[in-house]
């Protein structure tokens, strides 16, 4: 059974920026993708961004519209983590991110227990 557990959340200021990190136990064997999600007050949880966690295959990101440019996904997978980086935060980005694994599936089907981030105008 995998256990992902995220840190990094917090209060950031408009154009500020925060680090999420999310780490899996006991391994990120069989893992195709990792994402990154958010769920706001009163919305449905949403993708934000996700990579490819295969080490034998290139590297592969997609992105939220939303958050393209400003935000940026990564990988250690030595560290058996994923990081999300967000830059020029906005209020709207004020939700619950969640990580996310997609394991012997394209399906995410493990998620951690979420962290949040507040941004302040």
């Known amino acids: 059974q995998l256990q992902l557990v995220e840190s990094g959340g917090g209060l950031a200021q408009t154009g500020g920026s925060l680090k999420l990190s999310c780490t899996v136990s006991?391994?990120?064997?069989?893992?195709?993708?990792m994402g990154w999600h958010r769920q706001a007050p009163g919305k449905e949880r949403v993708l934000v961004a996700e990579?490819?966690?295969?080490?034998?295959?290139?590297?592969?990101?997609n992105y939220a519209t939303s958050v393209k440019g400003r935000f940026t996904i990564s990988r250690d997978l030595a560290r058996r983590t994923v990081y999300l980086q967000l830059n020029s935060l906005k209020p709207e980005d004020t939700a619950v991110y969640y990580c996310?694994?997609?394991?012997?599936?394209?399906?995410?089907?493990?998620w951690g227990q979420g962290t949040q981030v507040t941004v302040s105008s």
């Open positions: 990579i490819t966690a295969d080490a034998t295959s290139d590297v592969g990101t």
């Open positions: 996310a694994a997609a394991k012997e599936g394209w399906s995410y089907n493990y």
């Open positions: 006991p391994s990120i064997s069989g893992i195709n993708a």
